[in-house]
């Protein structure tokens, strides 16, 4: 037996401060978006490398605040890619953890948690 990939699904509220925080800050792609009908909530999909996230605006389906950790081989390249965007909501750091890892957390627009941790 193999479990495979994890596919979180995060809370989110408005699609035009997740594609702003997603897309244009983190640099994800958006895969596919789906509303049942036009005035309905979105649920999205984006993905930056093997990291894929579902962004939903349905009730049920998650609640705000979550905490992710992805694995990223290249921590400080992407710190300073996210630097020099100049984000205007967001300026995350590198901390030195005391378990020996280096990580960067930052917090969406919905009050979820992403941990950027250097692999391995």
Request: net charge negative; proline share 6%; with cysteine.
């Amino acid at each position: 037996m193999n479990l495979s990939r994890t596919t979180p699904i995060l809370r989110s509220f408005d699609q035009a401060k997740a594609v702003e925080f997603y897309v244009d800050f983190l640099g994800f792609r958006i895969d596919f978006e789906h509303r049942f009908e036009p005035g309905l909530p979105l649920y999205m999909q984006v993905s930056r490398g093997d990291c894929v996230l579902h962004l939903s605006e349905h009730h049920g389906d998650a609640c705000p605040g979550a905490a992710l950790r992805i694995e990223v081989d290249a921590l400080d390249e992407l710190h300073a890619e996210l630097q020099a965007k100049r984000y205007g909501n967001a300026r995350p750091g590198i901390e030195e953890t005391p378990w020996g890892s280096r990580e960067m957390s930052v917090r969406d627009p919905f009050g979820n948690r992403l941990t950027f941790t250097n692999a391995g």
